[in-house]
């Protein structure tokens, strides 16, 4: 079942990506090219530690 | 000195006053949670001071206690674990008063706020701020028994 | 121009940090600590230095009370063990 567990890692890896890139499209003042490149970057590193971290306790 | 600045004063005065006494004198069980409520108290402040100074880079400091205040509380709830068992602390009245309070004042900053990317900002502090304060109250009044290894 | 502002977060570091001399059990001292930390951040916003209120919140709400508790804890297990080995 490698290829399915794979396509719900990689959906729930989007799914944590969209959320953080949300947050952080709040949480900064002014929005400008910049801040939108660090912000999805940073949200894509937050999201691979976010399903990792959801893996290890997998309570959720 | 406007409203908001008033307002501020008020709640420092009296709330934050409060609890300093609180964590200064009295049982265990009364301390830790004035620790847990001077947190709750000051970000609402620190909320009303960033209206008051018409400076919406400080709503980053009342964003960065709500997450850091809880935390802070469940660091002695876990690690005051034996000490509180024996006498738990259960002042739920007055958790959600300032849970009320927190929320009184997020609404009216976000009625001034207007809507925008700011007023999302807020909501999310409001539920970071109220959420924490349940969730470390209810941490020290023993509610997380799973977590607790003898 | 916010004079009582100001003076009411001086009013309570003063309040705090006198009360952290006085307490003397050092998980207590630990409690009084933290709500110092807060205070002192919110003396910092009222003098009108986030940035460095921003530092004070980091360190001094959960770093500093989890260093002086893990330290206590440390400082109390032997104590309790040897009282059960008797």
Same mark, same amino acid.
């Given at each position: 079942?490698?290829?399915?567990?794979?396509?719900?890692?990689?959906?729930?890896?989007?799914?944590?990506?969209?959320?953080?890139?949300?947050?952080?499209?709040?949480?900064?003042?002014?929005?400008? &090219?910049?801040?939108?490149?660090?912000?999805?970057?940073?949200?894509? =590193?937050?999201?691979?530690?976010?399903?990792?971290?959801?893996?290890?306790?997998?309570?959720? | 000195?406007?409203?908001?600045?008033?307002?501020?004063? &008020?709640?420092?005065?009296?709330?934050?006053?409060?609890?300093?006494?609180?964590?200064?004198?009295?049982?265990?069980?009364?301390?830790?949670?004035?620790?847990?409520?001077?947190?709750?108290?000051?970000?609402?402040?620190?909320?009303?001071?960033?209206?008051?100074?018409?400076?919406?880079?400080?709503?980053?400091?009342?964003?960065?206690?709500?997450?850091?205040?809880?935390?802070?509380?469940?660091?002695?709830?876990?690690?005051?674990?034996?000490?509180?068992?024996?006498?738990?602390?259960?002042?739920?009245?007055?958790?959600?008063?300032?849970?009320?309070?927190? &929320?009184?004042?997020?609404?009216?900053?976000?009625?001034?706020?207007?809507?925008?990317?700011?007023?999302?900002?807020?909501? =999310?502090?409001?539920?970071?701020?109220?959420?924490?304060?349940?969730?470390?109250?209810?941490?020290?009044?023993?509610?997380?028994?799973?977590?607790?290894?003898? | 121009?916010?004079?009582?502002?100001?003076?009411?977060?001086?009013?309570? =570091?003063?309040?705090?940090?006198?009360?952290?001399?006085?307490?003397?059990?050092?998980?207590?001292?630990?409690?009084?600590?933290?709500?110092?930390?807060? =205070?002192?951040?919110?003396?910092?916003?009222?003098?009108?230095?986030?940035?460095?209120?921003?530092?004070?919140?980091?360190?001094?709400?959960?770093?500093?009370?989890?260093?002086?508790?893990?330290?206590?804890?440390?400082?109390?297990?032997?104590?309790?063990?040897?009282?059960?080995?008797?």
């Amino acid at each position: 079942m490698n290829r399915r567990t794979t396509l719900l890692g990689a959906a729930e890896i989007l799914a944590w990506w969209a959320a953080l890139a949300l947050l952080w499209l709040v949480f900064i003042s002014a929005v400008d &090219a910049l801040e939108l490149v660090v912000g999805t970057s940073a949200a894509l =590193v937050g999201a691979f530690a976010a399903w990792g971290t959801r893996r290890a306790v997998s309570g959720w | 000195m406007n409203g908001w600045t008033v307002a501020a004063t &008020a709640a420092l005065a009296v709330g934050v006053g409060a609890t300093v006494w609180g964590v200064a004198t009295g049982p265990l069980r009364r301390r830790v949670v004035a620790q847990n409520l001077s947190t709750s108290l000051a970000c609402p402040a620190l909320l009303l001071l960033s209206e008051g100074y018409d400076r919406p880079s400080y709503v980053d400091l009342a964003l960065l206690l709500a997450l850091l205040g809880p935390v802070g509380t469940l660091v002695f709830a876990r690690l005051l674990v034996e000490d509180l068992a024996a006498d738990p602390p259960r002042t739920w009245g007055l958790t959600y008063a300032v849970a009320a309070f927190g &929320a009184a004042v997020v609404i009216a900053v976000c009625v001034a706020a207007g809507p925008s990317r700011a007023l999302v900002k807020l909501l =999310v502090v409001g539920a970071l701020l109220i959420g924490g304060n349940l969730t470390a109250s209810r941490a020290l009044s023993g509610g997380f028994a799973g977590s607790r290894r003898g | 121009m916010d004079d009582p502002l100001i003076v009411v977060a001086l009013l309570l =570091v003063a309040g705090s940090a006198t009360a952290a001399v006085a307490v003397r059990d050092p998980a207590r001292q630990a409690l009084v600590l933290a709500v110092l930390g807060t =205070v002192l951040a919110v003396l910092f916003t009222v003098l009108q230095a986030p940035d460095v209120a921003l530092s004070q919140l980091a360190v001094g709400s959960a770093l500093t009370p989890l260093l002086i508790m893990l330290s206590v804890r440390k400082v109390r297990r032997p104590k309790r063990r040897e009282e059960t080995e008797r």
